[in-house]
C-alpha cells in the first residue's frame, strides 16, 4: 500500500505549497484537480491491492481505466490555471 | 492477456502506464513474479548466521535435559509446584483479571492444562477431562446474555472461528434446523430424561437446557479454490473441516471449563443444516448456489455448530443484498460444470430432489447432479464457490465498493457483475477449468492456511 500513501503525502505537499505560496487557484481548477487526485488515489489503491491479491491483471486494467482519467483531470486542472496564472 | 503477468508481460500489455505500474514491484520489495516469496531486500543471506558456533566444542544434546528437567531443582521442586498451585488457585478463587475462570476456560480451550487430550476428531460430547469449575474450587461462570456472546466470540476467533453467531432452538420453528437424525442414523433427541448429553448406540439426546446454538464459520483460501477442480484445489476443504473439527473441540473444553455444556457434531455436516443456522444466525444469507453467502468472504467458508446451556444472546439475521445479488448474476450456475444450480431468477419453494430440505424458498441444487462430477473429476468441484464476484479478496476497494452497492445500490448488481467477469474470469466459457493455473500456486507467498486472517476484523493480530 506505499503507492496510495505515496499519494496521499504528496496531495497534502501539494496543496500546502499552493497555499503557502498564495497561489491563486479558480474554483474549477481546483475540483479538476481534487477529482484527479482522488481518481489517482483510487487508481493506486486498487492497483497496490490487486497485486497483494495475486490478480495482476485485475490491477493493470484497473491503474489503466481510473489511472488515465486520473491524469486527464490533474493535466487539466495543471494547464488551465498555468496558462491564465501565465497571461 | 494471460492470467499472471511477469513485469515483461506486463510492460508489454500496459504499455506507458506499465512503466509506473511496473515500479510497484520495487517499492513493494517484490521480484520476477507477484508476489514473490523473496524477503524484502534488507533481509541479507548470509555464508554464516550471525551467532557464533563453534562445531568443535559442540556435541549432539539430551533432549531431556532442559530447564524443565527436575534433577535442577533437588527439594525445591515440591515447594515450587506448591507455590505454582496455591497462586493459581488463589487467583482463580479471587477472579484476578486474566487469572480468572474465563481466562482459565480459554486456555483450556487450547489444551493448557490438559496436554494429553487429543482434539484431531470432532466429537458429539467433546473432549473429556477435568472440566468442571466446582472440582477447581470456584462455582461457573455468570454473566448476562451479551457478556457471553463477547466471551465466546472473543475466544472462538482466539481458536480459529472466522466468524461467529448464536441462534436460539426453539419449538416448532428454529428447533427444526437440527438433524432428525445424523449421517450414521443415530437420531438426534431432546430429552427430559437426560441432565447431560448422551450418546447410545441408537440415538445422540440433548438436554432440554441445550438451547442455544453456536454457529461459526472458517475461511478457506480462494487463492486455492480457483485452481479447482483439481486434488490441490479440493483440499481447501479439507482443510477447512479440519480447522472446524479443533475449533469445536477447543470450544467444547472453553465452555466446559465455564461449567456449560458443549454437544457438537460428531463428524463433520452433523447436528443440524449449516446454511440454515448460519442464515438464522446472521453469518450471512442463502445464494444461489443454495448455500451461505457471507458479506465478509463470499461464499468461501465452510460453517459449523454446537449447541450449549449457556445463555447466550442470539444474533439476527442479515440483508446485505447477496441474495438480491444471486437473482441477477447467476456466476455461479453458469460456471457450474454439472449444471447442477438452478438458473431460474427467482428462487422456489419446489424442491429437485429428496436431498433437498422443503420450507425455504431458495434456488435447490441437484446434489446428485453436482456429485456426479465430483466422481468424474476425481476430487471435490467448488467451482461455484470460488467465483462467485464476492469470493474476491477485499483489499482493493472495488471489492468494497461492490459490497456496499449490492447493499444500497442494486441497481448496480449485473454491472459488478459485468466487471467481475472482466477484471477476474475473462473469457473462462472457452479457456476451460481449472482457471488459475495449479503450478502457480507454488511460487505464491501466501499466509498461514492460505487466508487473511484480518479480514473482515477490525483489530488485526498486532501481537
Redesign the interface.
Known amino acids: 500500500m ?2 496510495p500513501t505515496l499519494l496521499l503525502i504528496i496531495g497534502v505537499v501539494v496543496v500546502t505549497m499552493l497555499i503557502v505560496k498564495k497561489v491563486n487557484l479558480k474554483w474549477y481548477e481546483w475540483l479538476l484537480g481534487i477529482i484527479g487526485w482522488f481518481l489517482a488515489y ?1 487508481a493506486a ?20 481505466f481510473l ?2 482519467p486520473a491524469l486527464i483531470f490533474l493535466g487539466l486542472a495543471w494547464f488551465l490555471s498555468s496558462r491564465r496564472l501565465q497571461a | ?5 511477469t513485469r515483461r508481460e ?1 510492460f508489454k ?2 504499455g506507458v ?2 512503466t ?2 511496473a515500479t ?2 520495487f ?2 520489495g ?1 521480484d520476477e513474479k ?2 514473490s516469496n523473496k524477503r524484502p531486500g534488507w533481509i541479507k543471506e548470509i555464508d554464516k548466521p550471525t551467532v557464533e558456533i563453534d562445531w568443535e566444542v559442540m556435541k549432539r544434546h539430551d533432549a531431556s535435559i532442559t530447564g524443565f528437567n527436575p534433577k535442577f531443582y533437588g527439594d525445591k521442586l515440591d515447594k515450587l509446584k506448591e507455590i505454582d498451585k496455591t497462586n493459581e488457585q488463589s487467583r482463580l478463587e479471587k477472579g484476578t483479571p486474566g487469572w480468572d475462570l474465563k481466562a482459565h476456560a480459554v486456555a483450556a480451550g487450547w489444551g493448557h492444562g490438559f496436554a494429553n487430550l487429543s482434539l484431531a476428531e470432532s466429537q458429539f460430547i467433546g473432549p473429556e477431562g477435568r472440566f468442571n469449575p466446582e472440582d477447581r474450587g470456584v462455582s461457573k461462570w455468570k454473566g448476562t446474555p451479551e457478556e457471553a456472546a463477547e466471551l465466546v466470540t472473543a475466544a472462538m476467533r482466539y481458536y480459529g472461528a472466522s466468524s461467529v453467531g448464536f441462534v436460539k432452538l426453539e419449538p416448532g420453528t428454529t428447533e427444526k434446523l437440527l438433524y432428525a437424525n445424523d449421517g450414521d442414523r443415530k437420531i438426534i433427541e431432546y430429552s427430559s430424561a437426560h441432565s447431560e448429553p448422551t450418546e447410545t448406540e441408537t440415538h445422540r439426546y440433548l438436554p432440554q437446557d441445550c438451547r442455544t446454538a453456536i454457529v461459526f464459520t472458517v475461511q478457506m483460501s480462494r ?1 486455492l479454490w480457483r485452481r479447482a477442480p483439481t486434488e490441490l484445489g479440493g483440499s481447501v476443504s479439507s482443510m477447512g473441516y479440519e480447522i472446524g473439527g479443533l475449533v469445536q473441540a477447543r470450544t467444547q473444553m472453553f465452555l466446559k471449563t465455564l461449567g456449560y455444556q458443549a454437544p457438537g457434531e460428531y463428524r463433520r455436516n452433523a447436528l443440524g443444516t449449516a446454511p440454515g443456522m448460519a442464515v438464522m444466525a446472521g453469518l450471512g444469507e442463502m445464494a444461489r448456489y443454495n448455500r451461505l453467502i457471507t458479506p465478509e468472504y463470499g461464499p468461501v467458508v465452510r460453517v459449523f455448530k454446537l449447541l450449549t446451556n449457556l445463555d447466550i444472546a442470539p444474533t439476527k439475521p442479515i440483508d446485505a443484498g447477496l441474495m438480491n445479488f444471486c437473482r441477477t448474476c447467476k456466476k455461479c450456475a453458469e460456471m457450474c460444470p454439472s449444471k447442477a444450480l438452478s438458473m431460474d431468477e427467482e428462487p422456489s419453494w419446489e424442491t429437485t430432489g429428496e436431498w433437498n430440505n422443503p420450507g425455504i424458498k431458495a434456488w435447490y441444487d441437484d446434489g446428485v447432479k453436482c456429485r456426479s462430477y465430483w466422481y468424474e473429476v476425481g476430487t471435490g468441484c467448488g467451482i461455484c464457490f470460488a467465483y462467485c464476484p464476492f469470493s ?2 477485499n ?4 471489492h468494497k465498493l461492490q459490497g456496499w452497492a449490492a447493499g444500497n445500490l442494486p441497481v448496480l448488481n449485473s454491472t459488478l457483475r459485468t466487471l467481475d467477469d ?3 474470469t ?1 473469457n473462462w466459457e472457452t479457456l476451460g477449468q481449472p482457471m488459475k493455473d495449479p503450478e502457480d500456486w507454488y511460487k ?1 507467498d501466501m499466509p498461514e492456511y492460505g487466508i487473511d486472517t484480518t479480514r473482515g476484523k477490525i483489530h488485526g493480530d498486532l501481537g
Open positions: 506505499l503507492f483510487v489503491q486498487n492497483y497496490s491491492a490487486s497485486i497483494l491479491e495475486v490478480e495482476p491483471r485485475a490491477a493493470g486494467y484497473l491503474l489503466l489511472g488515465v | 492477456m494471460p492470467e499472471n503477468l506486463f500489455e500496459m502506464l506499465g509506473a505500474a510497484g514491484p517499492l513493494l517484490a507477484l508476489p487463492e474476491e479478496k483489499l482493493a476497494g472495488l472482466f477484471l477476474y475473462p505464491l
